[in-house]
């Protein structure tokens, strides 16, 4: 497996309690979606998998090592994470340094430095701009550079916090190739997401928390035949989800073409 959460709790200096008696386990090539409400312990729980933050009580190991016993230096050559706000993660003058920064901080060979960075500012469409100022860029811009910069350290877990915010269709779309490349090469991803029709199609499994309890852990077809928890978590079923249920049918894929396998349209 390559994260195994048991018994996680997580309190902050404030007394908010946080994380309650969580436990889980990623495995190997999953691509995860962790849901629920905002401060439902979604963004304390990923912060644990790569050491920013420590468990009151409880355990959370990375590939079979406890973050608690290991340097945040260090398990970030396993797990990257792509925060909420670019410019939250943007600390280079130039979109080079910037998506170079973490694999040279991983200690990467140069060469394979160059072809890390070279490949996703390609694929993210921002080869052009590799000696620009990210803060002259537009949001969805630094958000794709953030993303590449992400991608680039080449760690076996990445975690997207709300990717999809602030892109296009066309953009959403090169995040959707990325995800299916990490997919194929056997890696763990995890999507903190309120897009449900993004998590409908790129996802099959689901996490949803609520006030720092873990509510539910299955399989995303499986959420969205559950109204009362969509409900309760305050989550909005896919369009597709909502046709078929006015319709009365159960998909065997939460996808358009799904749905026109139930319901064909007439000659």
């Known amino acids: ?32 979606a962790l849901l629920g409400h905002n401060g439902s312990g979604k963004s304390t729980l990923v912060r644990h998998f790569n050491g920013l933050l420590h468990p ?21 050559g396993m797990v990257a994470m792509l925060f909420q706000n670019p410019d939250d993660q943007i600390c280079k003058a130039n979109v080079w340094d ?43 811009e630094r958000k794709r550079l953030v993303m590449g910069s992400v991608l680039a350290m080449d760690t076996d877990i990445v975690v997207f916090d709300e990717p999809t915010a602030g892109l296009d269709q066309r953009e959403i779309a090169m995040l959707e190739a990325e995800l299916s490349k ?21 996802c099959t499994r689901a996490i949803c928390l609520e006030n720092g309890v873990k509510q539910f852990d299955g399989k995303v077809a499986e959420l969205f035949m559950n109204s009362e928890l969509l409900e ?5 079923p896919p369009q597709v989800v909502q046709l078929s249920n006015h319709y009365g049918v159960q998909l ?16």
Do not use: W
């Open 182 to 202: 990490l997919r194929d090469a056997g890696r763990t991803v995890v999507i903190i997401s309120h897009d449900m029709d993004f998590v409908a199609e790129n």
């Open 56 to 76: 009151s009580s409880g355990c959370v190991k990375v590939n079979g090592i406890s973050t608690a016993d290991e340097k945040v230096s260090r398990l970030a």
């Open 98 to 140: 910037e998506i170079t920064f973490g694999p040279i901080n991983i200690g990467y060979a140069p060469e394979r430095i160059q072809k890390l960075g070279e490949k996703f500012l390609s694929s993210l469409g921002l080869l052009e701009m590799k000696d620009c100022n990210p803060h002259d860029l537009g949001f969805s």
């Open 252 to 267: 065997d894929e939460i996808t358009p073409q799904g749905f026109m396998k139930k319901i064909p349209l007439a000659p």
């Open 1 to 32: 497996m390559a994260i195994e959460v048991t018994n996680l709790c997580f309190n902050y200096e404030s007394g908010v309690e946080a994380l309650k008696d969580v436990s889980l386990t990623l495995n190997q090539g999953e691509i995860v």
């Open 232 to 236: 309760r978590c305050g989550l909005l």
